[in-house]
């Protein structure tokens, strides 16, 4: 496709592309679009390619329009996500602010391996994590094939809390 510039307007699918293309320019630069609000926004450069006229301002409005984008809290388009897309990551945040969140690594953890039929796993999880005895023992808990998998900062404590439950034989 040609970039050179016409003397009549664009089509509305050209001036989807076009618009695409100034709003993934703009969040490549600068991390995200802090410019383009409106369709007005993007005139300047329309009608630096084509000769201004209310048909051509139109036609931008009626591209913005079909393209159905988003927009962020401050009012900007948000090209590279959908409205849904943007919906779900509101419920993530909103839900997200409201539990005890954390991002935390698990890589410096020690791994705890307690054997118990898988038919026990659900149950066994419920009462250790509601368990006084076990709070901060264990960063997690994950069920496997033949048991229950611990990542934990607490190696000794834990396999001392878990030992002292265990019948004795």
Known sequence: M????????PSREQCQKI?????????????CNEHFK????FMSYFQSLYPASAA???????????????????????????????????????????AKTSVSSLDDCDTVFLKIHPSMHDYLIHLITSSIT??????TIVPTCNGLLF????KARLQSALQGLLPKD
């Open 151 to 154: 990542y934990t900062h607490e």
């Open 19 to 31: 618009i695409r293309r100034i709003l993934v320019t703009e969040v490549l630069e600068k991390g």
């Open 134 to 139: 076990f709070e901060n023992h264990y960063e």
């Open 38 to 41: 409106q369709a007005s926004d």
């Open 56 to 98: 051509l301002t139109k036609q931008v409005q009626r591209a913005i329009k079909a393209m159905d984008m988003p927009k962020d809290e401050k009012g900007y388009y948000i090209i590279n996500k959908t409205s849904e897309q943007l919906d779900q990551e509101r419920e993530l945040k909103a839900l997200l602010a409201t």
């Open 2 to 9: 040609s970039e050179i510039p016409s003397h009549k307007n």
